[in-house]
């Protein structure tokens, strides 16, 4: 029985690991960093592709179901979840900044396999995104929802729908993101099956108590909107806790620290929010963007027909070309990670090219059937009423076309987060999205000229933007050499920790 030793923070432990228990020191996965690019390519991106179009299925459920069982002219019901959505995002991602900087170090360590380290930032990304979100964010934003709605002046009709709603999410959605962290987290170390399974466990589990609460079955009540919630934050606890578990089972790549602590290490997570907080940034710009955006629907003749069409279109029926180029995301961000920390940076950049092309082909396929099925796909959600039918027919149409930018532009995105160089992206998403977008809704504005058509053309200007800028830079190579060693520290030889 060999000793592994681990030095972390000037002391070093000595652990007795017995080799021939496979549920001990799950080994790192080497073809990610050797051997057939397209191979690497598709071991990660198949996991995270479906995990990704699973996680999506509870939302595409829960709207459905809603627009039959909700029923109004105007679909207001479908369009307050969109609505509650997309403020929740805005206030919590910056949250998940912790969450990106977390991924890229694991990534990094885990080219170089570096079990130790991997496993305390781990440990610190997770208490510290506990004490942020249980004791900070959950109280603030059960108090603020009122607010943060009355700001976007969402129509009334929505309005008495998103409330309770986003107050729901904001109290109880801690296991909702934990269940980010853990996905990014195992992700990153090379494992993307583990999260495939935790995730379809999530999905049927959300789906089941979504389907009994919206509609009523049994001796339940039939909540409607409420039960969409609570299917959305009850569902997450079983899967986290089983990942969890996974982990301080020593079952998983990720152990637990060599010293357990219950405060997270402030240089760690010095590190991670250096890193992380331009990718949060990012987001929140993003969020910003999507909010503002209803900000301008709100301003138009049958506002809550128009939130409701976005929605649809946009939150629902686009996510089968956003879910899969997060997952080619993700995948591209541990490529290039773990390829940058074995030393092959180049075969990395080579790997995302292969992601970048298999969006697109993905990403055609979805716009083909948005061009010539848009009655279908509309019908689904009982979206067929005027003016909800001809206002998600016409974004349909741009979306068909911008899927193809989008799923390339975030291939893209993902290697510059998985090197390390997260400003780019935060710079792009801030150009696009707040000058480009906002600025031509505020242009249309200004002349009298905003419609719907013309704000769907606001969102592919954004698109195809995006993708010009994120490619020009993909193309040069300094990114690839950013620096982000824990305290600009080397490895100790001995164990391959940083000290």
């Known amino acids: 029985m060999p000793e592994v030793r681990r030095k972390y923070r000037g002391v070093i432990s000595t652990t007795s690991i017995n080799t021939e228990d496979p549920l001990v020191l799950k080994p790192f996965d080497s073809q990610?960093?050797?051997?057939?690019r397209l191979r690497s390519v598709w071991k990660l991106a198949w996991p995270l592709i479906t995990l990704n179009l699973v996680n999506g299925t509870h939302g595409f459920v829960d709207h459905v179901l809603i627009g039959h069982y909700i029923g109004s002219s105007d679909n207001a019901a479908n369009g307050a979840i969109g609505v509650a959505w997309q403020v929740f995002m805005v206030i919590v991602v910056f949250v998940v900044s912790i969450f990106q900087g977390m991924n890229v170090l694991i990534a990094r360590y885990s080219g170089r396999q570096d079990r130790a380290t991997i496993s305390e930032v781990f440990h610190s990304a997770l208490l510290a995104s506990i004490y942020c979100l249980v004791f900070v964010l959950a109280p603030l934003g059960y108090f603020f929802s009122p607010l943060l709605l009355n700001a976007l002046n969402v129509a009334p009709e929505v309005h008495v729908h998103a409330q309770p709603y986003l107050r729901l999410l904001f109290l109880f959605g801690t296991p909702l993101f934990l269940m980010f962290l853990l996905t990014g987290a195992f992700n990153a170390s090379g494992d993307p099956k583990t999260p495939l399974?935790?995730?379809i466990l999530t999905t049927i589990l959300n789906i089941v108590i979504s389907t009994i609460l919206i509609t009523g079955m049994g001796p339940f009540p039939?909540?409607?909107?409420?039960?969409?919630?609570?299917?959305?934050?009850?569902?997450?606890?079983?899967?986290?806790?089983?990942?969890?578990?996974?982990?301080?089972?020593?079952?998983?790549?990720?152990q637990p620290p060599?010293?357990?602590?219950?405060?997270?290490?402030?240089?760690?997570?010095?590190?991670?929010?250096?890193?992380?907080?331009?990718?949060?940034?990012?987001?929140?710009?993003?969020?910003i963007a999507g909010v503002l955006l209803i900000w301008y629907i709100s301003a138009l003749p049958h506002s809550a027909a128009a939130q409701a069409?976005?929605?649809?279109?946009?939150?629902q029926l686009f996510s089968l070309v956003t879910w899969t180029s997060f997952g080619l995301r993700n995948a591209s961000a541990t490529l290039m990670g773990q390829n940058i920390g074995a030393g092959n940076p180049h075969r990395g950049k080579e790997c995302v090219l292969i992601a970048a092309a298999l969006g697109a082909m993905w990403s055609l396929m979805v716009g083909t059937l948005f061009w010539t099925m848009p009655d279908t796909l509309l019908g689904l959600f009982n979206?067929?009423?005027?003016?909800?039918?001809?206002?998600?027919?016409?974004?349909l149409k741009f979306l068909a076309v911008s899927a193809v930018f989008f799923a390339v532009t975030q291939a893209f995105t993902g290697a510059l987060q998985g090197a390390g160089a997260t400003r780019p992206p935060m710079l792009i998403a801030f150009t696009t999205q707040i000058v480009v977008l906002l600025g031509l809704c505020q242009l249309f504005a200004s002349l009298g000229l905003l419609s719907a058509v013309m704000i769907w053309t606001a969102i592919f200007a954004g698109h195809a933007m995006r993708l010009l800028l994120t490619a020009l830079y993909f193309r040069t190579s300094g990114w690839i050499h950013t620096r982000i060693e824990l305290q600009s520290e080397k490895p100790s030889p001995e164990t391959g920790a940083f000290s």
């Open 222 to 254: 039939a909540m409607g909107i409420m039960g969409a919630g609570l299917g959305t934050v009850l569902a997450p606890i079983f899967s986290c806790a089983l990942g969890l578990y996974l982990i301080y089972s020593r079952r998983m790549i990720i």
């Open 32 to 36: 990610i960093i050797t051997g057939s």
């Open 309 to 315: 069409a976005y929605t649809i279109c946009y939150t």
């Open 197 to 199: 399974k935790l995730g």
């Open 383 to 395: 979206a067929t009423e005027e003016p909800v039918h001809g206002l998600g027919i016409a974004l």
């Open 258 to 287: 060599a010293i357990f602590h219950l405060w997270p290490d402030m240089r760690l997570l010095k590190n991670m929010v250096g890193i992380g907080v331009p990718t949060g940034i990012q987001g929140v710009l993003l969020n």
